[in-house]
């Protein structure tokens, strides 16, 4: 029997605005800026936590931030979410409530995450038991794809600036395939939303066989825990690392590569996944 | 009489790590890399929080975290904070401990800030209270030696990248003195960093009688009502704004410049605040 998968609203927002600026020359012009809006999560009408976000995808963000903040352990857990933007909230309906709500929530750690900031309970309490799978990796030619790919892609970066990607790509071919690619006025936010489509996808093949982060953001000690507990080893940034980030991806085996711009890039850690094709 | 400062420790820990990185073309070379670090707040023995820090100046980072979660009224109700990185704690002692502690914490806004995160309480709660100065302004020659000024500056953030920068100009002369100058893994505690040296400065002139702020980081909603809450209203960013950092700028009529390089910039809100020079 296959368990029913939460329900999903699709709310729309618009995602960038046009203000009036004055530059260097005393100028006035028009420039587009994204949108930051506060979504209000209410987990079986209890008031979690207010999201600050683009508002691209609430429901797969929301999905994704009880997963990531293990509040929730599947995804067949959750009835539905509900998003309205006229009253800037989203109701998430569980089938059993969660246990210990007030307990897992206790804690609170404000990490250095650019987005969302908190992770319930002890961040690091769960990385030893991570198991990455052992033999993925990625290929130097396919690292130079899957870079080039978010180059050409249309953004609303492009368009409006301020805001962070994330991209998850499958590598089992020589070509990177893109399954998904989300930006957020945080990068958090962005890694949260991903999180909640890997979860939505029934079949796990979906999320690709050998998957792969992309992110412009650096990878922090959440990022790169995030990551691993999503069980993806691989996370490719166009930023750099920190030494929590590093720490956390050499105890978990996770391949950081940082600076990947162009034909550049740097391995910081977990070289033996990346086959360098120099 | 002249009420007492908060006592605060000056613990040190080291900013930056080497790590071994592998490049495109197969070579192994030291790179330095920015610390992140733990640190768990107490304050009078309960636990608060935990923020991810570099670990510049964590005893002002405290202060001004508790100044800007709006959780201390005045510097002088903290008799001090100690700071210990054996244990990775900070232990605030007040003077009185903290009135309703339970109930200032119980909400939890995870804001699109990089760095410190969640903001407690109502997020807009007291803009509407806020004057700023009416007549504060900064010319355009101002503004170009002010991101001249950061330019020359040595950083960790050149040295080892993936910070952010926050600093704090007295703009009353006509060349902009830099008062202070923090980086940390997240812009949040960068400003919050500076929001507490500034509380400790007794005389309140120290804090320039014309106060900018400069960020290498997004104008979120976050940080432009932390600036307008320490009575700043000027905030210049190498980075751009969000919808809500616009709005927020418009309502507390703070001037919000952004892109700020070289001799070019926008300026998104508060124009009659900018002398122009064209």
């Known amino acids: 029997m296959t368990l029913p998968l939460p329900y999903l609203t699709l709310a729309q927002a618009p995602l960038t605005c046009d203000i009036d600026t ?13 949108a930051e809006r506060a979504l209000t999560v209410y987990v079986d009408k209890r ?4 999201l600050m976000t683009l508002g691209a995808h609430p429901e797969l963000l929301v999905l994704g931030y009880l997963r990531n903040q293990r509040l929730i352990e599947s995804v067949h857990d959750v009835e539905s979410i509900t998003v309205d933007w006229d009253v800037n909230a989203a109701a998430v309906k569980t089938r059993h409530g969660i246990e210990d709500i007030e307990e897992k929530t206790a804690r609170r750690v404000v990490t250095t995450g650019c987005g969302q900031g908190s992770v319930f309970g002890g961040l690091m309490d769960e990385v030893d038991q991570i198991k990455l799978p052992p033999n993925a990796s990625i290929t130097q030619s396919q690292l130079y794809s899957l870079v080039n790919t978010i180059r050409l892609k249309e953004t609303t970066y492009k368009s409006a600036g301020s805001v962070h ?8 071919c020589a070509e990177p395939e893109m399954l998904l690619f989300v930006e957020d006025v945080g990068r958090h936010n962005a890694m ?14 979906a999320n690709g066989a050998n998957p792969v982060f992309y992110t412009t953001g650096r990878l922090t000690s959440e990022m790169v825990i995030k990551s691993a507990q999503m069980g993806v080893p691989i996370v490719v940034s166009r930023s750099g690392i920190t030494q929590m980030g590093h720490q956390v991806a050499q105890m978990v085996g996770l391949c950081a590569v940082g600076r990947a ?16 094709q120099p």
Chains 1, 2 share one sequence.
């Open 192 to 205: 949260d939303t991903i999180a909640g489509w890997m979860w939505m996808q029934l079949e796990k093949s």
């Open 261 to 276: 711009t162009n034909k550049r890039f740097l391995c910081y850690s977990g070289s033996d996944r990346l086959l360098l």
């Open 165 to 172: 990607a994330c991209a998850l790509f499958a590598c089992d």
């Open 22 to 34: 004055v530059n260097e020359f005393g100028e006035h012009h028009a420039v587009s800026i994204p």
């Open 47 to 50: 008031e979690l936590v207010t």
